[in-house]
């Protein structure tokens, strides 16, 4: 049976006219879809089932076994949500209160800062349907959307025509790359790829006021003035113009100054906003959540007196310092994305992963507790990377409980 | 893609008329074109020539995955990011409301769609490089990040 | 027994810079402990003069090194026409990731795509096996 529209959970793009073909509970066909969409919705190869010590356990053993880790541990860390819906993400803070533990999430070491300053209304944003039928120059910086989120360019932010932009790509937009590497992405924009060195964003942030405060732009690696001045024409001239940041830029950036005085002087002649290349299909979503309750996107601390916030209750310093002796992970596969020595530290306090599949987290927790994917086996709603909320639908039917479910059952348990 | 001398550099040059041919390079132009399979030329079976076979037969995708029109997608490389689909004037002149805004096709009239994850051809035939009034469109193969797409 | 394996192989400096992959993304979804994971995210890709400087070939064996590991990863050859001496390029994964120095100066943001090490030449050793990263 062919179904659908669907919201694909792959990446944060959550594209919502996904159509499925359906056999026997079974997805044996997913169109429209990218590639890496396509093998999120249609399933992994290693589900994950719950196991205790290694042992596998029936559900209800398993629940127990991870309240009582939790119940027990003095400095307990809930980590992840990326991969989770916000009613799940709402029952983890839920449960971080509960048992006063740290909480954070990946953008703790990614997109946190863009995010922040989004929801301070430091940066302007606008949305993904806005740069559709809106935007006519389009950056891609520190970014490669070819890679991370592959139908970036079709769906939304260069090929398609929109309510004002009509005409197509060739004559309605210009996508512009600044990278240090000509990625695929890159490739696509032909001459409008600003080739800088690694850490050279906020140089060239400079070099670029420079070109549009009418002064000789300079850059110690001798980048092309005339080229510098040519993009400082192409934005000042922009209707509508939008940077997707990625990583390379959030991570060449010391602190946000260089990129807000920017967009402060784009906003000066022209209208430009910020959208952050968000990667798992509803990490915005948990810094909204956390947000919206604690007035801080990640990285808190529920003590029994006060909330903390700050640097010190990131995961990887928590790790680092030796604070955590027990860790919920759900959503995420930490062990697979921190560095190799805070991977080995955390791999060895008593874990608990809530996952569909195995990963190298799961390998090495005391407690596996299998769920169901989000947006395939059960339904949610999770942030777009540009902060639009969007209704997952369930595709196919499972006897796997949700991760809202296991949550309030191991909080049920506490 | 790859070149013509690319692809005759690899053949045993012996030009021993085995495929039916009467040079290596006559083969090297129909191999070129997909008129004629690799495995045709039996001296490449040999051990000394096993190395350049395999690269050939990397090279040279079977004729079974080519349309009418000559539209070829390398399946490996396809990521289904589907900005040719976006991309193609067909496409945009067909279905205004769905493929040409960006999203899922809205009815059976265009020429390419994604399914499971890689572009394929539906409606080749109505492709600008197909019929009476062809002309050389290039949208579908300038939009691909990873070059997958090849008229031959 | 030669005499070739008591000499030490030449260290050279290298920054690893990291970036995504659709391939190996779309073979994460598949599954973490699959060949394919395993072959795209242990790849470094060097430039092709620091290639012959360090008597490289492509699927070649490097030993990358700092204070942090020491990991065996495959050669490829770089597909950028502009040379980038110095600098390699990996898919960020666990590979990657174990060379990534824990220390962040207390801000919580290790320095994923900056990576600093030291390449050398590996006659005898095989990638390193996801299981032996963590």
């Given at each position: 049976?062919?179904?659908?529209?669907?919201?694909?959970t792959?990446?944060a793009?959550l594209?919502d006219?996904?159509?499925?073909?359906?056999?026997?509970?079974?997805?044996?066909?997913?169109?429209?879809?990218?590639?890496?969409?396509v093998?999120?919705?249609?399933?992994?190869?290693?589900?994950?089932?719950c196991?205790?010590n290694?042992?596998?356990?029936?559900?209800?053993?398993?629940?127990?076994?991870?309240?009582?880790?939790?119940?027990?541990?003095?400095?307990?860390l809930?980590?992840?949500?990326?991969?989770?819906?916000?009613?799940?993400?709402?029952?983890?803070?839920?449960?971080?209160?509960?048992?006063?533990?740290h909480?954070?999430?990946t953008?703790?070491?990614c997109?946190?800062?863009l995010?922040?300053?989004?929801?301070?209304?430091?940066l302007?944003?606008?949305?993904?349907?806005?740069?559709?039928?809106?935007?006519?120059?389009?950056?891609?910086?520190?970014?490669?959307?070819?890679?991370?989120?592959?139908?970036h360019?079709?769906?939304?932010?260069?090929?398609?025509?929109?309510?004002?932009?009509?005409?197509?790509?060739?004559?309605?937009?210009t996508?512009?790359?600044?990278?240090?590497?000509?990625?695929?992405?890159?490739?696509l924009?032909?001459?409008?790829?600003?080739?800088?060195?690694?850490?050279?964003?906020?140089?060239f942030?400079?070099?670029?006021?420079?070109?549009?405060?009418?002064?000789?732009?300079?850059?110690?690696?001798?980048?092309?003035?005339?080229?510098?001045?040519?993009?400082?024409?192409?934005?000042?001239?922009s209707?509508f113009?939008?940077?997707?940041?990625?990583?390379?830029?959030?991570?060449?950036?010391?602190?946000?100054?260089?990129?807000?005085?920017?967009?402060?002087?784009?906003?000066?002649?022209?209208?430009?906003?910020?959208?952050?290349?968000?990667?798992?299909?509803?990490?915005?979503?948990?810094?909204?959540?956390?947000?919206?309750?604690?007035?801080?996107?990640?990285?808190?601390?529920?003590?029994?007196?006060?909330?903390?916030?700050?640097?010190?209750?990131?995961?990887?310093?928590?790790?680092?310092?030796n604070?955590?002796?027990?860790?919920?992970?759900?959503?995420?596969?930490?062990?697979?994305?921190?560095?190799?020595?805070?991977?080995?530290?955390?791999?060895?306090?008593?874990?608990?992963t809530?996952?569909?599949?195995?990963?190298?987290?799961s390998?090495?927790?005391?407690?596996?507790?299998?769920?169901?994917?989000?947006?395939?086996?059960?339904?949610?709603?999770?942030?777009?990377?540009d902060?639009?909320?969007?209704?997952?639908?369930?595709?196919?039917?499972?006897?796997?409980?949700?991760?809202?479910?296991?949550?309030k059952?191991?909080m049920?348990?506490? | 893609?790859?070149?013509?001398?690319?692809?005759?550099?690899?053949?045993?040059?012996?030009?021993?008329k085995?495929?039916?041919?009467?040079?290596?390079?006559?083969?090297?132009?129909?191999?070129?074109?997909?008129?004629?399979n690799?495995?045709?030329?039996?001296?490449?079976?040999?051990?000394?020539?096993?190395?350049?076979?395999?690269k050939?037969?990397?090279?040279?995708?079977?004729?079974?995955?080519?349309?009418?029109?000559?539209?070829?997608?390398?399946?490996?490389?396809?990521?289904?990011?589907?900005?040719?689909v976006?991309?193609?004037?067909?496409?945009?002149?067909?279905?205004?409301?769905g493929t040409?805004s960006g999203?899922?096709?809205?009815?059976?009239?265009?020429?390419?769609v994604?399914?499971?994850?890689?572009?394929?051809?539906?409606?080749?035939?109505?492709c600008?490089?197909?019929?009476?009034?062809k002309?050389?469109?290039?949208?579908?193969?300038?939009?691909?990040?990873?070059k997958?797409?090849?008229?031959? | 027994?030669?005499?070739?394996?008591f000499l030490?192989?030449?260290?050279?400096?290298?920054?690893?810079?990291?970036?995504?992959?659709?391939?190996?993304?779309?073979?994460?979804?598949?599954?973490r402990?699959?060949?394919?994971?395993?072959?795209?995210?242990?790849?470094?890709?060097?430039?092709?003069d620091?290639?012959?400087?360090?008597?490289?070939?492509?699927?070649?064996t490097v030993?990358?090194?700092?204070?942090?590991?020491?990991v065996?990863?495959?050669?490829?050859?770089?597909?950028?026409?502009?040379?980038?001496?110095?600098?390699?390029?990996?898919?960020?994964?666990?590979?990657?990731?174990?060379?990534?120095?824990?220390?962040?100066?207390?801000?919580g943001?290790?320095?994923?795509k900056?990576?600093?090490?030291?390449?050398?030449?590996?006659?005898?050793?095989?990638?390193?096996?996801?299981n032996d990263?963590?």
């Amino acid at each position: 049976m062919y179904k659908g529209p669907f919201v694909c959970t792959g990446c944060a793009l959550l594209c919502d006219d996904i159509a499925a073909e359906i056999q026997d509970n079974r997805i044996i066909r997913v169109d429209t879809a990218c590639r890496k969409g396509v093998s999120r919705i249609k399933g992994c190869s290693s589900p994950m089932s719950c196991m205790v010590n290694g042992k596998a356990v029936d559900i209800d053993t398993a629940i127990k076994e991870a309240a009582m880790i939790l119940k027990s541990s003095k400095h307990p860390l809930i980590f992840g949500h990326g991969n989770c819906t916000l009613e799940t993400q709402k029952k983890t803070i839920e449960l971080a209160r509960k048992i006063y533990a740290h909480i954070d999430d990946t953008s703790s070491f990614c997109q946190g800062p863009l995010i922040e300053a989004i929801l301070n209304e430091k940066l302007p944003t606008c949305t993904l349907e806005e740069v559709r039928h809106k935007a006519d120059v389009v950056i891609f910086w520190g970014a490669d959307p070819s890679n991370s989120h592959p139908r970036h360019l079709s769906m939304y932010s260069y090929f398609p025509r929109g309510k004002e932009r009509q005409r197509g790509w060739e004559e309605d937009r210009t996508a512009i790359t600044i990278d240090i590497r000509k990625s695929d992405t890159a490739a696509l924009c032909g001459d409008k790829f600003y080739e800088i060195p690694i850490n050279g964003d906020s140089e060239f942030i400079n070099a670029l006021f420079s070109a549009l405060s009418n002064k000789v732009p300079k850059t110690s690696f001798n980048m092309d003035p005339k080229k510098i001045l040519e993009l400082a024409n192409i934005l000042k001239k922009s209707d509508f113009g939008v940077i997707f940041a990625g990583l390379g830029m959030v991570y060449s950036l010391d602190s946000l100054e260089p990129l807000l005085r920017l967009i402060n002087k784009l906003n000066e002649t022209s209208k430009f906003y910020l959208i952050p290349m968000v990667g798992q299909y509803n990490m915005r979503g948990f810094d909204h959540t956390l947000f919206k309750e604690t007035g801080y996107i990640n990285r808190v601390y529920f003590g029994r007196e006060k909330i903390e916030h700050g640097p010190q209750h990131s995961i990887i310093e928590l790790i680092n310092n030796n604070v955590v002796d027990a860790a919920l992970i759900i959503g995420s596969d930490p062990l697979a994305s921190l560095p190799g020595e805070i991977a080995k530290k955390l791999a060895n306090v008593p874990l608990i992963t809530i996952d569909p599949c195995n990963n190298l987290t799961s390998q090495r927790s005391k407690v596996t507790i299998s769920s169901a994917l989000s947006g395939v086996e059960c339904a949610g709603t999770a942030i777009r990377m540009d902060g639009v909320e969007v209704t997952l639908k369930q595709i196919i039917e499972t006897d796997r409980f949700s991760d809202e479910q296991i949550i309030k059952q191991i909080m049920g348990k506490i | 893609m790859p070149s013509l001398m690319e692809i005759y550099q690899m053949l045993p040059k012996t030009n021993c008329k085995k495929c039916g041919k009467a040079t290596c390079m006559a083969f090297a132009v129909d191999l070129l074109a997909r008129k004629i399979n690799i495995d045709e030329c039996t001296p490449l079976k040999e051990e000394k020539y096993r190395t350049a076979y395999e690269k050939l037969k990397e090279m040279i995708t079977p004729v079974g995955a080519l349309t009418e029109t000559g539209f070829l997608v390398h399946e490996d490389k396809c990521i289904g990011c589907g900005n040719c689909v976006v991309a193609c004037p067909v496409n945009v002149v067909a279905d205004p409301e769905g493929t040409a805004s960006g999203r899922a096709p809205s009815n059976d009239k265009v020429i390419i769609v994604i399914k499971d994850g890689i572009v394929r051809p539906v409606n080749i035939q109505e492709c600008r490089r197909f019929g009476p009034n062809k002309t050389l469109c290039y949208a579908c193969i300038d939009t691909c990040p990873t070059k997958a797409i090849e008229f031959v | 027994m030669g005499f070739g394996q008591f000499l030490t192989e030449p260290e050279f400096k290298f920054i690893i810079v990291t970036h995504r992959d659709i391939f190996q993304n779309i073979s994460q979804e598949i599954s973490r402990f699959g060949n394919e994971y395993a072959e795209r995210s242990s790849v470094i890709t060097l430039d092709k003069d620091d290639m012959k400087k360090m008597g490289l070939k492509a699927g070649d064996t490097v030993v990358a090194k700092n204070t942090s590991a020491r990991v065996v990863l495959k050669v490829e050859s770089s597909v950028y026409e502009k040379p980038h001496p110095g600098i390699a390029f990996m898919i960020n994964g666990p590979w990657a990731n174990a060379l990534v120095p824990a220390d962040t100066g207390g801000t919580g943001v290790p320095r994923f795509k900056k990576i600093e090490v030291t390449l050398s030449r590996s006659k005898t050793e095989k990638v390193t096996p996801l299981n032996d990263l963590i």
